[in-house]
């Protein structure tokens, strides 16, 4: 069974930067890829970015370009989310997802139905 395992999530002042992990479990994603998505309250789960496992190619929601960079260590079977000038707005649970699809269609890759793993989430708590 895929585990999926985030770490890195906290409380930091706008302007602040944070990383998150993900740590798969298995290889299962090698020729798919993995993504993160969040979560604020009272709001549905949106994409933030995705990573092509194989080729490492990156896909960014617009709210993340320029600010958020998405990587992978594959000796580690790791994904990593680099947010730097985090605003309140950014303030969400964030989910660490994989997915088996193996194509690179944006739309798809940032589909969250298309992802059938997913990890416990992680808080990011960005005060004015």
């Known amino acids: 069974q895929v585990q999926l395992v985030e770490s890195g999530g906290g409380s930091v002042h706008a302007g602040d930067s944070l990383r998150l992990s993900c740590a798969a479990s298995?290889?299962?994603?090698?020729?798919?890829?993995m993504a993160w998505f969040r979560q604020a309250p009272g709001k549905e789960r949106e994409f933030v970015a995705a990573?092509?496992?194989?080729?490492?190619?990156?896909y960014y929601a617009d709210a993340a370009k320029g600010r958020f960079t998405i990587s992978r260590d594959d000796d580690k079977n790791t994904e990593y989310l680099q947010m730097n000038s985090l605003k309140p707005e950014d303030t969400a649970v964030y989910y660490c997802?994989?997915?088996?699809?193996?194509?690179?269609?944006?739309?798809?890759?940032?589909?969250?139905?298309?992802?059938?793993?997913w990890g416990q989430g992680t808080q990011v708590t960005v005060s004015a």
């Open positions: 298995t290889r299962t994603f090698i020729d798919g890829a």
């Open positions: 997802a994989g997915t088996v699809y193996s194509g690179s269609l944006h739309r798809l890759l940032a589909a969250a139905s298309e992802y059938g793993y």
């Open positions: 990573i092509k496992w194989s080729t490492g190619a990156e």
